[in-house]
């Protein structure tokens, strides 16, 4: 190793900027010689409409050791990097006098804490959700302040609950009380977004070359790379393999989905026209590019809405033809009940891919895992009662080794979900006093 690399440091080709995982090259030597640690942690924010089969997700035991219950078996591989924290509530999701809409309250709420204002017209009104609270603060540090990504697109004006306006069921994120942050859904369009960078004539040629030719974005940028690896230890060079090896393999799927979906422009670019068919290969290509954006220090605050709150989607892949909100209203039918855990374990088994790949990759401080936080959950406990206490949510990730996992934590019902999002944001170095209805920082874990 001849120099120390800058963490910033991007490699450069037409139209494409490539940001870099964390290499040993990028460290001062006495941090690689001495016990300090160098950690970047993130933060991630999973969302699961509809509420939770509760009796097949909570476990029966508290604190470690706990069997994992029917909902969260696909955790398995993963069981001591994550727990669940069982009485976590938002009391902002009830009505509180506004009457029905629970589903487009629960997910306003969900990150911010404070009660919506009920209205379908353009007067929406909610308040900074603990995500953008964080990339308020640390989005000078990357290219990106935050991503918000989901597997469903949402309206941001008309009626989609009960007189409330379509913009709180289809987002969680709000950089303010009246500014939603509108996810993407297209993975190719997140694609671009991360590595098609540069002067915008650049750019189209970058994508034209792209999909005349078959090309990766490693094409445009390999001069750059080969110039780095001169300057690289043999693990660094191992570790700018296996990155590049993980943007041509989403690269692949990406093209394999496009040829499907794409319709060409009279330049003769693929304009991607839609999203995967396949909902669990959705979920999974946006969950690696989430995790990319993570690796390559592009972002450290994103949110995922595995699907807007209220959603009917069908789930025939696992044998569920019938629509997930129609199922979340079981009425205590086993027939239904069923198939609302069926549904949830379909959710969870998404969430353990997305884990297990984050925990395989390897930093010069444990793995991207152990230097992240991921809540996973939703703003609703049972679907059939609507309410908003008691609600199913796990938090995975070690933040630097600052978090004791593998625990059941149950607090007493009502606790303010807000607790959570505060101790997590001291774990990012963002200490807050208050967001929304928080007593205070939640304890136990951290």
Not at 86 to 92: E, I, K, V
Not at 383 to 406: E, F, K, S, V, Y
Request: proline share 6%.
């Amino acid at each position: 190793m001849s120099r120390l690399i800058p963490r910033r440091t991007f490699l450069k080709g037409i139209g494409t900027v490539m940001a870099l995982p964390l290499l040993e090259a990028m460290l001062p030597l006495t941090a690689l010689a001495s016990s300090a640690k160098v950690r970047t942690t993130r933060m991630a924010f999973l969302f699961v409409p509809n509420g939770m089969s509760m009796p097949h997700w909570t476990p029966s035991s508290e604190g470690p050791g706990f069997v994992l219950p029917e909902v969260l078996q696909p955790l398995q591989r993963v069981r001591g990097q994550f727990s669940v924290l069982t009485g976590l509530s938002q009391r902002n999701a009830f009505a509180l006098g506004d009457g029905p809409g629970d589903h487009a309250r629960s997910a306003a709420a969900w990150l911010t804490g404070v009660h919506p204002k009920k209205t379908a017209g353009a007067d929406i009104k909610a308040a900074i959700s603990a995500d953008q609270v964080a990339a308020v603060r640390l989005g000078h540090l990357t290219p990106f302040p935050s991503i918000e990504i989901g597997c469903e697109r949402g309206a941001e004006a008309g009626n989609c609950d009960s007189g409330y306006s379509c913009a709180y069921s289809s987002n969680i994120s709000w950089r303010g009380e009246s500014t939603p942050m509108a996810k993407e859904v297209n993975p190719r369009l997140i694609f671009e977004r991360l590595f098609g960078k540069g002067e915008k004539g650049e750019t189209l040629e970058s994508r034209v070359l792209r999909s005349r030719y078959n090309r990766s974005v490693l094409d445009f940028v390999m001069e750059d790379a080969s110039r780095l690896r001169t300057e690289l230890g043999v693990r660094d060079q191992r570790k700018l393999d296996e990155y590049f090896t993980a943007v041509r393999e989403i690269e692949e799927r990406l093209s394999k989905f496009d040829r499907v979906t794409s319709t060409a422009n009279a330049g003769g670019v693929r304009i991607p026209s839609g999203v995967p068919q396949d909902y669990s290969e959705h979920i999974r290509l946006l969950g690696d590019m989430m995790i990319l954006a993570f690796e390559s220090d592009l972002t450290r605050v994103a949110t995922f809405m595995f699907a807007n709150e209220g959603s009917n989607r069908s789930y025939p892949l696992i044998g569920v033809p019938e629509g997930h909100h129609d199922m979340s209203h079981h009425g205590t039918d086993p027939m239904k009940l069923k198939k609302k855990s069926q549904i949830d374990q379909f959710h969870v088994t998404q969430l353990a891919y997305i884990l297990e790949k984050m925990a395989s990759i390897k930093e010069p401080e444990g793995s991207l895992l152990d230097n992240s936080m991921v809540c996973y959950g939703g703003g609703i406990g049972d679907g059939d009662r609507h309410n908003h206490d008691d609600l199913p949510i796990l938090l995975a990730g070690r933040a630097g080794g600052t978090i004791h996992q593998g625990v059941h934590a149950v607090y007493p019902n009502g606790t303010p979900l807000n607790n959570l999002f505060l101790s997590m944001l001291d774990r990012m170095g963002l200490p807050t006093e208050t967001l929304g209805d928080s007593t205070g920082k939640l304890e136990h874990l951290f």
